[in-house]
């Protein structure tokens, strides 16, 4: 809320500066944003008294002026293409130099063959009135010379007021605020009407159809008024507050809604049929031309002020078009209700009219607000636009309620603060606020919380509790709790003292991202750099991995940012190579990067979320330098930084195979799905190593010819840790190495020789590694020989030789027999 | 050949060796020096077979004089030999000199991502005051995001947070990470000392200090007497645990409704050290946190009774933090994962 401190000062004396204001309001809960200085930007303007007024003689729309801007300063010529000046007006001068709100400079200039020095301002570029077309008329005893600033500048607090603090979303609330901080005394207006003519209740009368969406209704009538400009002042307010003026009538309105944060309505009397307002909800079909002059159709929950024949208005959020006050209208019907927030909220949004009124709605209102409203409204209205104000008021629910009791136990307030405030303290600081102490009584009852049984206090635990009348307006303060933060915001919370807690310590729990920092802590070692990238990925991002725009798998937000951030992340995939694309274009082409982060999908309708690894290496892979080769990534750089992955966090290393289905962004022979053991002998499908598909990578635009990806479920990386770290006795004989070269046909693979090694070897294999791969002569076209070096070894004792042969010949078998397999001798 | 023949050819023997030992360039010459001399066709032992010749009692005169002729050859030939192979040595090792100030072999660094990174440090530092990690979904129900935390449908106070829905019905995106409170409450009895690190999402326009996924940590602390005082001395801690001691900070109401009362935790501005910037518009102050007492419908929707417990929570925005920690002056750059950010991590 913008606060003119001019305005303030009528409901409450400060003595402060506008920056030590703003701290003392900061520190009491309500966090000035930012200070404005108004007419700081006011440079060089100053109040002129016209002393000619000529027409220009070759321009129809000049008029030339002469002004005199203090006694004793030479007569300035001045061209003004507006007509509303006049002999002896005093208006704001730009002198030459001058420089106006947005930075415009005003210098001599020649317009149509005549000099002009300076330029008469209006309203609107001095940001003080919404009136562009005229000239500002100053009153008459705005002294001439002076500079403008001095007699409207004004400094504008920007208060951040809590949704919990609607009261405080009016100057007389944050007046109350003040004076809690420097104990002054808050001034109400004085609100006092002469009523004359037929009374109210001949011109108008109310239905309300659900008061519980209506509690209270309050109309006034006005009529004989002359519709017009507000007094100067009264516009320099608004404006300075960011409300715009518009007519005398409905800137008192608007007047009201910011000094008492009471928003009422006003209608031209002669559009209501019958004089009969009825508050009822829309109807199917029908429709409403709002003030926007839009014409909207009616949902059947909207609440309406109507007439007889139809609607006039969504009640509490905004008025409609042909009740509109207007520069003809004689009289006006003023509506001060008090409607459910809840039904005022949901109509706001449901027309997308969020207005200063419907924000004040949706908060709640004190029910004597009805009241005072209509009764300040109809006063300025006849202030400003010489109305008479009508007799009497309408109003549906008369009886005003009570200040609310609220027993507390200042124990309970001590013992949540943690700061020793005795109960006298307590009072004298709730006092501040307005909010009055008695002793509590036997029978009183504490309410806890508001939907809770509340806690009877019997006669001993009365002596020892008090009593808070809470006045209406403060509709935040419910609960025991609440009070302690009333008091100790009174008191200042920044003298709670800070101190280290004594109360017992939780047990023992592991840290479930463990195992997720050591995978971190152990790719980062391996040279990886981590990446975050948006959870939140486009539905091309998903259709590039096969995955349909409208798959039912896929979690959609509903009102996303933008198409590119609608979907959750079924991959890592996208972030990744979208990192990789961004860095290419700064030439970074050699990378390689890992991301832990959340996938998320449907799964039997239910949202569920998986943690994952991807890794991304591309270009590069041993940086580029004077004394050794690159190594441009693949597949066996992705897995083998798996394997050591895997071999750091002590899991076994995942076996690979070639997976039944390829996905549509792999390559189609370079896609391994890895497979790892669990400490139970669990399978456990690991993930997946491969290079994109070459149209993949042209789809999202990575330029690098060598790219490879590893996509690691860290479910089971985790399933797979060993329970503990178990040290194995190594055998202390010596071990025997063989090395073979195992010539293979088509469709045999390094796994399957792998597996039928360690099979055949089982009991006496201690190492098994492939250095070798060979193709070409004299082996046939499809065959390769894969050339393994076996560790042999026994637990106890040293292998003779015809052992080891035995183990040997037996693994030829079984590749012979298992694989069609010959050695290469 | 008489004695006097033999001990002057002897002695000639041992000059001529000598000479030859001190002449043989390189190891292999010194060898056939070796072999010449004293192999076993060598020169010695070729005179020395003469020795027959002798009358027997000079035979023991003359195999003295051939023994210390050998030893002296042997010993002449060993300090050849290691002369010779400290040159040798000396060749090769300078044949072996390079360039020292060429660049060592590069390997790859690694980063670890500032932001993961300071959730880390957070969770270490209240690690020391007994906090223990738990982790809730980004995918959140409303009623855990919003209605457990005392915020019902239609509730003004919803404004705070712009949230972002799902097309699956009662599901959202956790605008805070505020509802592992509940998680953790429905998941624990006290005594409660709990961090939840995770990321958010709220609908927001990307600026310099927006953005609509961002990283928060919750704090949550509930026993039978943990206060304000309690509240405040942690943050006091922290804060000094992550910008250095001394740092002064400042405790001021805020409003939350899962929270009474409510706190806004303000440290004074690292960039300017109090005397007003841009940073932190002219107060010399930062919020850091919003924090405050578990309101007792809170405590109540966690299952705990608040008659009995009491406690705090507190929610750190994880890109402020890092933002003040690194001086980040625009909090964009932590998903653009641009390598000349990450490489300085
Ligand atoms: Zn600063």
Same mark, same amino acid.
């Not at chain 1, 000046?85 to 415009?104: D, N, T, Y």
């Not at chain 2, 924090?291 to 929610?315: I, S, T």
């Given at each position: 809320?913008?606060?003119?401190?001019?305005?303030?000062?009528?409901?409450?004396?400060?003595?402060?500066?506008? #920056?030590?204001?703003?701290?003392?309001?900061?520190?009491?809960?309500?966090?000035?944003?930012?200070?404005?200085?108004?007419? @700081?930007?006011?440079?060089?303007?100053?109040?002129?008294? &016209?002393?000619?007024?000529?027409?220009?003689?070759?321009?129809?729309?000049?008029?030339?002026?002469?002004?005199?801007?203090?006694?004793?300063?030479?007569?300035?010529?001045?061209?003004?293409?507006?007509?509303?000046?006049?002999?002896?007006?005093?208006?704001?001068?730009?002198?030459?130099?001058?420089?106006?709100?947005?930075?415009?400079?005003?210098?001599?200039?020649?317009?149509?063959?005549?000099?002009?020095?300076?330029?008469?301002?209006?309203?609107?570029?001095?940001?003080?009135?919404?009136?562009?077309?005229?000239?500002?008329? &100053?009153?008459?005893?705005?002294?001439?010379?002076?500079?403008?600033?001095?007699?409207?500048?004004?400094?504008?607090?920007?208060?951040?007021?809590?949704?919990?603090?609607?009261?405080?979303?009016?100057?007389?609330?944050?007046?109350?605020?003040?004076?809690?901080?420097?104990?002054?005394?808050?001034?109400?207006?004085?609100?006092?009407?002469?009523?004359?003519?037929?009374?109210?209740?001949?011109?108008?009368?109310?239905?309300?159809?659900?008061?519980?969406?209506?509690?209270?209704?309050?109309?006034?009538?006005?009529?004989?008024?002359?519709?017009?400009?507000?007094?100067?002042?009264?516009?320099?307010?608004?404006?300075?507050?960011?409300?715009?003026?518009?007519?005398?009538?409905?800137?008192?309105?608007?007047?009201?809604?910011?000094?008492?944060?009471?928003?009422?309505?006003?209608?031209?009397?002669?559009?209501?049929?019958?004089?009969?307002?009825?508050?009822?909800?829309?109807?199917?079909?029908?429709?409403?031309?709002?003030?926007?002059?839009?014409?909207?159709?009616?949902?059947?929950?909207?609440?309406?002020?109507?007439?007889?024949?139809?609607?006039?208005?969504?009640?509490?959020?905004?008025?409609? @078009?042909?009740?509109?006050?207007?520069?003809?209208?004689?009289?006006?019907?003023?509506?001060?209700?008090?409607?459910?927030?809840?039904?005022?909220?949901?109509? !706001?949004?449901?027309?997308?009219?969020?207005?200063?009124?419907?924000?004040?709605?949706?908060? /709640?209102?004190?029910?004597?607000?009805?009241?005072?409203?209509?009764?300040?409204?109809?006063?300025?209205?006849? %202030?400003?636009?010489?109305?008479?104000?009508?007799?009497?008021?309408?109003?549906?629910?008369?009886?005003?309620?009570?200040?609310?009791?609220?027993?507390?136990?200042?124990?309970?307030?001590?013992?949540?603060?943690?700061?020793?405030?005795?109960?006298?303290?307590?009072?004298?600081?709730?006092?501040?606020?307005?909010?009055?102490?008695?002793?509590? %009584?036997?029978?009183?009852?504490?309410?806890?919380?508001?939907?809770?049984?509340?806690?009877?206090?019997?006669?001993?635990?009365?002596? #020892?509790?008090?009593? !808070?009348?809470?006045?209406?307006?403060?509709?935040?303060?419910?609960?025991?709790?609440?009070?302690?933060?009333?008091?100790?915001?009174?008191?200042?919370?920044?003298?709670?003292?800070?101190?280290?807690?004594?109360?017992?310590?939780?047990?023992?729990?592991?840290?479930?991202?463990?195992?997720?920092?050591?995978?971190?802590?152990?790719?980062?070692?391996?040279?990886?750099?981590?990446?975050?990238?948006?959870?939140?990925?486009?539905?091309?991002?998903?259709?590039?991995?096969?995955?349909?725009?409208?798959?039912?798998?896929?979690?959609?937000?509903?009102?996303?940012?933008?198409?590119?951030?609608?979907?959750?992340?079924?991959?890592?995939?996208?972030?990744? &190579?979208?990192?990789?694309?961004?860095?290419?274009?700064?030439?970074?082409?050699?990378?390689?990067?890992?991301?832990?982060?959340?996938?998320?999908?449907?799964?039997?309708?239910?949202?569920?979320? %998986?943690?994952?690894?991807?890794?991304?290496?591309?270009?590069?892979?041993?940086?580029?330098?004077?004394?050794?080769?690159?190594?441009?990534?693949?597949?066996?750089?992705?897995? /083998?930084?798996?394997?050591?992955?895997?071999?750091?966090?002590?899991?076994?290393?995942?076996?690979?195979?070639?997976?039944?289905?390829?996905?549509?962004?792999?390559?189609?022979?370079?896609?391994?799905?890895?497979?790892?053991?669990?400490?139970?002998?669990?399978?456990?499908?690991?993930?997946?190593?491969?290079?994109?598909?070459?149209?993949?990578?042209?789809?999202?635009?990575?330029?690098?010819?060598?790219?490879?990806?590893?996509?690691?479920?860290?479910?089971?990386?985790?399933?797979?840790?060993?329970?503990?770290?178990?040290?194995?006795?190594?055998?202390?004989?010596?071990?025997?190495?063989?090395?073979?070269?195992?010539?293979?046909?088509? /469709?045999?693979?390094?796994?399957?020789?792998?597996?039928?090694?360690?099979?055949?070897?089982?009991?006496?294999?201690?190492?098994?590694?492939?250095?070798?791969?060979?193709?070409?002569?004299?082996?046939?076209?499809?065959?390769?020989?894969?050339?393994?070096?076996?560790?042999?070894? !026994?637990?106890?004792?040293?292998?003779?030789?015809?052992?080891?042969?035995?183990?040997?010949? %037996?693994?030829?078998?079984?590749?012979?027999?298992?694989?069609?397999?010959?050695?290469?001798? | 050949?008489?004695?006097?023949?033999?001990?002057?050819?002897?002695?000639? +023997?041992?000059?001529?060796?000598?000479?030859?030992?001190?002449?043989?360039?390189?190891?292999?010459?010194?060898?056939?020096?070796?072999?010449?001399?004293?192999?076993?066709?060598?020169?010695?032992?070729?005179?020395?077979?003469?020795?027959?010749? +002798?009358?027997?009692?000079?035979?023991?005169?003359?195999?003295?004089?051939?023994?210390?002729?050998?030893?002296?050859?042997?010993?002449?030939?060993?300090?050849?030999?290691?002369?010779?192979?400290?040159?040798?040595?000396?060749?090769? +090792?300078?044949?072996?000199?390079?360039?020292?100030?060429?660049?060592?072999?590069?390997?790859?660094?690694?980063?670890?991502?500032?932001?993961?990174?300071?959730?880390?440090?957070?969770?270490?530092?209240?690690?020391?005051?007994?906090?223990?990690?738990?982790?809730?979904?980004?995918?959140?129900?409303?009623?855990?995001?919003?209605?457990?935390?005392?915020?019902?449908?239609?509730?003004?106070?919803?404004?705070?947070?712009?949230?972002?829905?799902?097309?699956?019905?009662?599901?959202?995106?956790?605008?805070?990470?505020?509802?592992?409170?509940?998680?953790?409450?429905?998941?624990?009895?006290?005594?409660?000392?709990?961090?939840?690190?995770?990321?958010?999402?709220?609908?927001?326009?990307?600026?310099?200090?927006?953005?609509?996924?961002?990283?928060?940590?919750?704090?949550?602390?509930?026993?039978?007497?943990?206060? *304000?005082?309690?509240?405040?001395?942690?943050?006091?801690?922290?804060?000094?645990? *992550?910008?250095?001691?001394?740092?002064?900070?400042?405790?001021?109401?805020?409003?939350?409704?899962?929270?009474?009362?409510?706190?806004?935790?303000?440290?004074?501005?690292?960039?300017?050290?109090?005397?007003?910037?841009?940073?932190?518009?002219?107060?010399?102050? *930062?919020?850091?946190?919003?924090?405050?007492?578990?309101?007792?419908?809170?405590?109540?929707?966690?299952? +705990?009774?608040?008659?009995?417990?009491?406690?705090?929570?507190?929610?750190?925005?994880?890109?402020?933090?890092?933002?003040?920690?690194?001086?980040?002056?625009?909090?964009?750059?932590?998903?653009?994962?641009?390598?000349?950010?990450?490489?300085?991590?």
């Amino acid at each position: 809320m913008r606060v003119p401190l001019s305005w303030l000062r009528e409901y409450v004396e400060i003595e402060l500066s506008p #920056e030590a204001l703003a701290e003392r309001l900061t520190l009491l809960g309500m966090e000035v944003q930012a200070i404005e200085h108004r007419g @700081a930007d006011w440079r060089r303007i100053v109040v002129g008294e &016209l002393v000619t007024v000529e027409p220009h003689p070759q321009s129809d729309h000049l008029l030339i002026t002469t002004v005199r801007t203090g006694p004793g300063e030479p007569l300035l010529t001045i061209l003004t293409g507006a007509s509303n000046v006049a002999p002896g007006q005093h208006v704001p001068v730009a002198v030459p130099g001058a420089v106006l709100p947005g930075g415009r400079r005003i210098e001599v200039t020649r317009m149509a063959g005549r000099e002009s020095q300076g330029m008469l301002c209006s309203g609107d570029e001095l940001g003080l009135t919404s009136d562009a077309e005229g000239i500002l008329i &100053l009153p008459l005893e705005t002294p001439v010379g002076a500079p403008l600033v001095d007699l409207y500048g004004d400094a504008v607090l920007d208060v951040d007021v809590k949704p919990n603090r609607g009261d405080a979303l009016s100057l007389l609330g944050l007046a109350r605020e003040v004076a809690a901080v420097t104990g002054a005394q808050v001034r109400w207006p004085e609100i006092a009407l002469s009523e004359s003519g037929t009374p109210t209740a001949e011109h108008v009368a109310v239905e309300v159809t659900d008061a519980g969406l209506c509690p209270r209704f309050v109309a006034r009538y006005v009529d004989e008024l002359d519709v017009g400009p507000s007094p100067l002042l009264v516009q320099a307010r608004l404006s300075a507050a960011g409300v715009r003026p518009v007519s005398n009538v409905v800137d008192a309105s608007n007047y009201v809604m910011l000094e008492l944060g009471k928003p009422t309505h006003t209608f031209d009397a002669a559009a209501i049929a019958e004089g009969r307002i009825i508050v009822r909800l829309a109807r199917p079909g029908e429709r409403l031309e709002t003030l926007d002059h839009v014409v909207r159709e009616l949902t059947a929950d909207t609440l309406l002020i109507a007439d007889p024949r139809g609607p006039l208005g969504l009640a509490g959020v905004m008025g409609g @078009a042909a009740s509109e006050v207007r520069d003809a209208t004689t009289a006006i019907v003023i509506e001060s209700a008090v409607f459910d927030p809840v039904s005022i909220r949901r109509t !706001a949004r449901r027309y997308a009219l969020r207005s200063e009124a419907s924000l004040r709605f949706e908060k /709640g209102q004190e029910p004597r607000l009805a009241r005072i409203g209509a009764d300040r409204v109809a006063q300025l209205v006849a %202030q400003w636009a010489g109305g008479r104000v009508a007799p009497g008021r309408i109003d549906t629910a008369p009886v005003e309620p009570a200040p609310r009791r609220l027993p507390f136990r200042p124990a309970r307030v001590v013992r949540l603060l943690g700061a020793p405030i005795d109960a006298a303290e307590m009072r004298a600081l709730l006092a501040r606020v307005e909010v009055e102490t008695a002793p509590a %009584q036997p029978g009183d009852a504490v309410r806890v919380a508001a939907d809770m049984p509340s806690v009877v206090l019997d006669a001993e635990a009365a002596r #020892e509790a008090l009593v !808070a009348i809470v006045p209406t307006h403060r509709r935040d303060l419910e609960i025991e709790a609440d009070l302690a933060e009333e008091v100790a915001r009174v008191r200042g919370y920044d003298r709670i003292p800070g101190r280290l807690p004594e109360t017992p310590m939780p047990e023992y729990r592991p840290d479930p991202r463990r195992a997720v920092d050591a995978v971190r802590d152990a790719l980062a070692g391996r040279g990886l750099d981590e990446v975050v990238t948006h959870a939140l990925i486009g539905p091309h991002d998903h259709e590039r991995l096969g995955i349909a725009a409208d798959d039912p798998g896929t979690i959609r937000v509903t009102n996303p940012i933008s198409a590119e951030h609608s979907q959750l992340r079924r991959s890592l995939l996208p972030g990744l &190579l979208r990192v990789l694309v961004e860095n290419e274009r700064q030439r970074r082409v050699d990378v390689a990067l890992f991301e832990v982060g959340h996938v998320h999908d449907l799964a039997a309708g239910e949202p569920r979320e %998986q943690p994952m690894l991807g890794l991304l290496l591309a270009g590069d892979q041993a940086g580029a330098a004077w004394n050794q080769p690159p190594r441009p990534a693949d597949l066996w750089e992705a897995r /083998g930084l798996v394997d050591a992955l895997c071999s750091r966090l002590g899991v076994p290393l995942p076996e690979a195979t070639v997976p039944a289905e390829i996905p549509p962004y792999a390559h189609p022979g370079r896609t391994a799905q890895l497979r790892v053991s669990g400490p139970d002998g669990q399978a456990l499908d690991l993930g997946r190593v491969f290079e994109p598909h070459p149209r993949y990578l042209e789809a999202v635009g990575a330029r690098s010819p060598h790219v490879a990806v590893a996509l690691v479920s860290l479910t089971a990386l985790q399933a797979a840790l060993p329970r503990a770290r178990r040290y194995v006795p190594f055998p202390r004989v010596p071990a025997v190495e063989r090395d073979l070269a195992i010539v293979i046909g088509a /469709g045999r693979s390094a796994g399957d020789v792998e597996r039928v090694v360690r099979d055949a070897a089982a009991p006496l294999l201690r190492g098994l590694r492939l250095f070798d791969v060979y193709r070409g002569a004299p082996l046939g076209p499809d065959e390769r020989s894969l050339a393994f070096r076996l560790t042999l070894q !026994a637990a106890d004792r040293t292998l003779t030789d015809e052992e080891i042969d035995a183990a040997v010949a %037996q693994v030829v078998d079984a590749l012979a027999t298992r694989l069609g397999a010959r050695i290469r001798s | 050949m008489d004695l006097e023949t033999i001990s002057a050819r002897l002695a000639a +023997l041992e000059e001529a060796g000598l000479a030859a030992i001190r002449g043989a360039a390189d190891p292999d010459a010194l060898e056939a020096v070796q072999v010449a001399y004293l192999g076993r066709r060598g020169e010695l032992k070729t005179l020395l077979g003469g020795i027959g010749a +002798l009358p027997a009692e000079h035979r023991p005169q003359v195999g003295a004089i051939g023994n210390r002729v050998r030893e002296t050859l042997e010993a002449a030939l060993q300090v050849r030999r290691a002369e010779l192979d400290a040159a040798a040595l000396e060749a090769r +090792l300078a044949h072996e000199a390079v360039d020292v100030t060429l660049p060592g072999r590069p390997f790859r660094r690694g980063s670890l991502h500032p932001l993961i990174e300071t959730n880390r440090e957070i969770a270490r530092i209240f690690g020391q005051f007994g906090f223990v990690v738990y982790e809730g979904p980004e995918v959140e129900t409303d009623v855990r995001n919003f209605q457990a935390l005392n915020i019902p449908p239609d509730h003004p106070a919803r404004d705070l947070w712009d949230t972002l829905y799902t097309d699956v019905p009662g599901y959202l995106l956790r605008t805070h990470t505020s509802p592992g409170q509940i998680h953790v409450m429905q998941q624990t009895a006290p005594p409660i000392r709990a961090l939840l690190p995770g990321r958010c999402f709220r609908y927001e326009a990307v600026d310099a200090s927006h953005g609509f996924e961002f990283f928060q940590v919750e704090g949550l602390m509930v026993d039978e007497g943990t206060t *304000m005082a309690d509240l405040r001395g942690l943050l006091d801690a922290f804060t000094h645990a *992550m910008f250095g001691g001394g740092r002064p900070t400042r405790f001021r109401p805020g409003y939350y409704p899962f929270t009474e009362p409510s706190v806004a935790f303000d440290v004074q501005c690292v960039v300017c050290d109090g005397l007003g910037c841009a940073s932190c518009k002219r107060t010399g102050w *930062m919020t850091i946190l919003g924090a405050g007492m578990v309101h007792p419908v809170v405590l109540r929707n966690g299952g +705990l009774d608040p008659e009995r417990y009491q406690g705090f929570a507190f929610g750190l925005g994880t890109d402020r933090i890092a933002i003040l920690r690194y001086g980040i002056d625009d909090i964009r750059i932590f998903l653009e994962n641009d390598l000349r950010f990450l490489e300085q991590f």
